[in-house]
């Protein structure tokens, strides 16, 4: 099993960043997948899923400024945030939708947005 998130960082207000993540083909293939993050003591929400057609969801709180996509050939999902928002920091996992705090998370990727 493999969730590999990358591409986070500390960024300012109104800044961008771009995370990848690379999932196994066990939980990549034909499901629907999607970012979540996890700000300290809050509870893990998910932010943006993507079928494997490529229809898009976002929560209230990213839509407008972040998009996902996802290459099914390299069994990989993109997170690009723009606009970014101290509210935005948090630590950022990829997996399947829906998925359960027993699941696999992997690493995850911390984002901090600070001036």
């Known amino acids: 099993v493999q969730l590999q998130a990358s591409g986070g960082g500390l960024v300012q207000p109104g800044g961008s960043l771009r995370l990848s993540c690379v999932a196994s083909?066990?939980?990549?293939?034909?499901?629907?997948m999607g970012w979540y993050r996890q700000a300290s003591g809050k509870q893990r929400e998910l932010v943006a899923r993507?079928?494997?057609?490529?229809?898009?969801v976002y929560a209230d709180s990213v839509k407008g400024r972040f998009t996902i996509s996802r290459d099914n050939a390299k069994n990989t999902v993109y997170l690009q945030m723009n606009s970014l928002k101290p509210e935005d920091t948090a630590v950022y996992y990829c997996?399947?939708?829906?998925?359960?705090?027993?699941?696999?998370w992997g690493q995850g990727t911390q984002v901090t947005v600070s001036s």
């Open positions: 993507i079928t494997s057609g490529g229809s898009t």
């Open positions: 083909g066990s939980i990549f293939r034909s499901n629907v």
């Open positions: 997996n399947k939708v829906p998925s359960f705090p027993a699941y696999y």
